[in-house]
């Protein structure tokens, strides 16, 4: 158990639909990352937010919007959903110091594997 | 953050070390370079990562060239569980609040 929390482990649902993926992120961390990662694609950056504040933002698609709470945990919301959207929604979590120096390990989350019929 | 060349795949003997090699020959002072590795489907796992020493913990070793152009993984008696895809990733400390930019990475294949 890696401490940061994903649910749903699965979820299976029709095209056209909207779905919400949840992440609790390890205790202490304040920042939240969002990745995708299809069958014939490598692992896709989406977004990053730190403290509640959107930090960094990658391959995000328009229909897919992301937020993190007052109490950390995030949630991805996907809507019109397409067949292509299916894949494996990875979430971590860091502490995320804002300063100049200083490494920063990320802990991934066991993912939520989405399949769009 | 610098561009990382790794080999698309490897080989090694159960109870051998595995070395797995990273290049990254654009890097800038203030970039760490971090391993990590995903057992299929799972999250990535975080391993080691290095700034300018070479550096140890419980699941492996990190040996950075004295230039930093270049880094090498060890596992040092790889088993069957090891089997995964390594990423190897440079990236700005603190900064850039940390995101980090998977490539190709190196499917390591242990054998019996």
């Known amino acids: 158990d890696s401490g940061v929390t994903q649910t749903p482990k699965h979820l299976i649902t029709a095209t056209g639909q909207r779905v919400t993926l949840r992440c609790s992120p390890r205790?202490?961390?304040?920042?939240v990352y969002w990745y995708q990662q299809s069958l014939d694609q490598g692992l896709q950056f989406l977004i990053q937010?730190?403290?509640?504040?959107?930090?960094a933002k990658g391959n995000i698609l328009e229909r897919f919007s992301a937020q993190q709470f007052p109490d950390l945990h995030s949630e991805l919301n996907l809507s019109s959903l397409e067949l292509g959207d299916s894949a494996l929604y990875f979430c971590?979590?860091?502490?995320?110091?804002?300063?100049?120096?200083?490494?920063?390990?990320?802990?991934f989350g066991a993912g939520s594997r989405l399949t769009v019929l | 953050d610098a561009k990382t060349t790794q080999p698309p795949s490897m080989d090694c003997a159960e109870g051998r070390a595995a070395n797995l090699p990273c290049n990254h020959s654009?890097?800038?002072?203030?970039?760490?370079v971090y391993w990590y590795r995903q057992i299929h489907s799972q999250g990535p796992q975080y391993i080691i990562h290095?700034?300018?020493n070479n550096e140890t913990n419980e699941m492996a070793s990190l040996i950075i060239t004295e230039d930093r152009k270049s880094s090498t993984l060890i596992l040092p008696h790889a088993t069957l569980r090891d089997t995964a895809v390594y990423y190897c990733?440079?990236?700005?400390?603190?900064?850039?609040?940390?995101?980090?930019?998977f490539g190709q990475g190196t499917i390591l294949t242990v054998h019996p």
């Open positions: 971590a979590s860091s502490v995320g110091f804002p300063v100049s120096s200083g490494a920063n390990v990320l802990t």
């Open positions: 205790s202490g961390d304040l920042s």
């Open positions: 937010y730190y403290n509640g504040e959107e930090r």
């Open positions: 654009t890097i800038s002072g203030n970039e760490y």
């Open positions: 290095g700034l300018k």
């Open positions: 990733i440079a990236l700005t400390g603190g900064t850039s609040y940390g995101k980090l930019t």
